[in-house]
């Protein structure tokens, strides 16, 4: 019987081909929950459908990690920008007293 070579290598697997897929899809959701989440999270989504459609396991989870990743950035938007808000009028405030003084 034969050897098999040292150049030989097994034939990919499905997961392995989606893999690629599931990691972008994570690093789209995390950079979504602190940067353009409207965007980033449903391209995280896809990627994740797309890597479970090739099979990766990890697809289901990286389509999760996705709606995670839109959910929370517009949550921690939608607190930063009240809190600016809240600022902004405070100093309004701070501002017509001064000049009312």
Same mark, same amino acid.
């Given at each position: 019987? /034969? %050897? #098999?070579?040292?150049?030989? $290598?097994? #034939?990919?697997?499905? @997961? /392995?081909?989606?893999? #690629?897929?599931?990691? &972008?899809?994570?690093?789209?959701?995390?950079?979504?929950?602190?940067?353009? #989440?409207?965007?980033?999270?449903?391209? +995280?989504?896809?990627?994740?459908?797309?890597? %479970? @459609?090739?099979?990766?396991?990890?697809?289901?989870?990286?389509? $999760? &990690?996705?709606?995670?990743?839109?959910?929370?950035?517009? +949550?921690?938007?939608?607190?930063?920008?009240?809190? $600016?808000?809240?600022?902004? &009028?405070? !100093?309004?405030?701070?501002? !017509?007293?001064?000049?009312?003084?």
């Amino acid at each position: 019987m /034969s %050897h #098999p070579s040292a150049d030989y $290598a097994p #034939p990919a697997t499905s @997961s /392995s081909q989606g893999r #690629p897929y599931a990691i &972008a899809a994570f690093i789209c959701a995390a950079v979504a929950v602190v940067l353009l #989440p409207i965007v980033l999270g449903p391209i +995280a989504i896809v990627l994740g459908v797309v890597a %479970h @459609s090739k099979g990766d396991p990890l697809g289901k989870w990286a389509i $999760a &990690a996705g709606v995670a990743g839109l959910a929370l950035g517009f +949550a921690l938007g939608a607190l930063v920008l009240n809190k $600016a808000k809240e600022q902004s &009028a405070a !100093l309004a405030v701070v501002h !017509l007293a001064a000049l009312y003084r």
